[in-house]
């Protein structure tokens, strides 16, 4: 018996268990997907995320990752996968652990429950909702990194130096949005979802 990705996770609090062979089938390729970028996300940023810099201000490519990810899931996911990737950006970081997964926790939180309350369906509304949470997880990060390490911080500095990070990295967010919503073939719930709809016809083989 190999070892299934959903065998893990049918046995946490993330999935409902007794899942149909379909449904698992589903939730490896989910994880996979997932898996996937999370490792292309931190190679882009570690690599490429300078050479993209616009006067000085650089995309941080892993919380515009983060948000895309916050932004199409749900529920224990969006968490488990933020608290995973802060904990991998706090080790590529100089300083204690833990900052990281603090404010990429928060940020994806924030994200998911006003991209949900509010129903933000458009790219710039998603750009308007990035940018101030990338700024605060950019800020707080920085500072609470400092005072664990005993270290004084200019916060003037700090916050204007987030602020055209923040916005670089929402434009990169609507960005993708709006690519994945002409891929998607203009459907909201695809966006939200991150699922295609399916036709009555096919509902009527499958049941």
Same mark, same amino acid.
């Given at each position: 018996?190999? #070892?299934?990705?959903?065998?893990?996770?049918?046995?946490?609090? %993330?999935?409902? *268990?007794?899942?149909?062979?379909?449904?698992?089938?589903?939730?490896?390729?989910?994880?996979?997907?997932?898996?996937?970028? !999370?490792?292309?996300?931190?190679?882009?940023?570690?690599?490429?995320?300078?050479?993209?810099?616009?006067?000085?201000?650089? *995309?941080?490519?892993? @919380?515009?990752?983060?948000?895309?990810?916050? %932004?199409? !899931?749900?529920?224990?996911?969006?968490? #488990?996968?933020?608290?995973?990737?802060?904990? %991998?950006?706090?080790?590529?970081?100089?300083?204690?652990?833990?900052?990281?997964?603090?404010?990429?926790?928060?940020?994806?939180?924030? @994200?998911?429950?006003?991209?949900? &309350?509010?129903?933000?369906?458009?790219?710039?509304?998603?750009?308007?909702?990035?940018?101030? =949470?990338?700024?605060?997880?950019?800020?707080?990060?920085?500072?609470?990194?400092?005072?664990?390490?005993? /270290?004084?911080?200019?916060?003037?500095?700090?916050?204007?130096?987030?602020?055209?990070?923040? =916005?670089? !990295?929402?434009?990169?967010?609507?960005?993708?949005?709006?690519?994945?919503?002409?891929?998607? &073939?203009?459907?909201?719930?695809?966006?939200?979802?991150? !699922?295609? *709809? =399916?036709?009555?016809?096919?509902? /009527?083989?499958?049941?």
């Amino acid at each position: 018996m190999g #070892f299934r990705i959903s065998d893990f996770f049918r046995h946490s609090s %993330l999935v409902i *268990p007794d899942l149909s062979f379909h449904q698992r089938l589903i939730l490896d390729v989910k994880y996979l997907t997932l898996c996937i970028c !999370t490792y292309t996300v931190f190679v882009l940023h570690t690599s490429l995320a300078r050479d993209l810099a616009i006067a000085g201000f650089a *995309p941080h490519l892993v @919380l515009a990752g983060l948000a895309i990810v916050a %932004l199409r !899931t749900s529920g224990n996911d969006t968490l #488990f996968f933020a608290a995973v990737w802060g904990f %991998l950006a706090d080790c590529l970081s100089e300083g204690r652990l833990g900052p990281g997964i603090i404010f990429y926790s928060l940020a994806a939180l924030i @994200l998911r429950q006003a991209a949900t &309350g509010w129903k933000v369906k458009m790219p710039w509304a998603y750009a308007a909702l990035v940018a101030p =949470v990338c700024w605060g997880a950019i800020v707080g990060n920085q500072i609470l990194r400092s005072f664990a390490d005993g /270290m004084a911080t200019d916060f003037a500095l700090a916050a204007l130096r987030a602020s055209g990070s923040a =916005v670089y !990295t929402a434009a990169i967010v609507a960005a993708a949005t709006a690519a994945w919503r002409r891929i998607a &073939g203009h459907n909201p719930e695809a966006i939200n979802t991150g !699922t295609l *709809p =399916v036709s009555n016809h096919w509902r /009527m083989l499958t049941e």
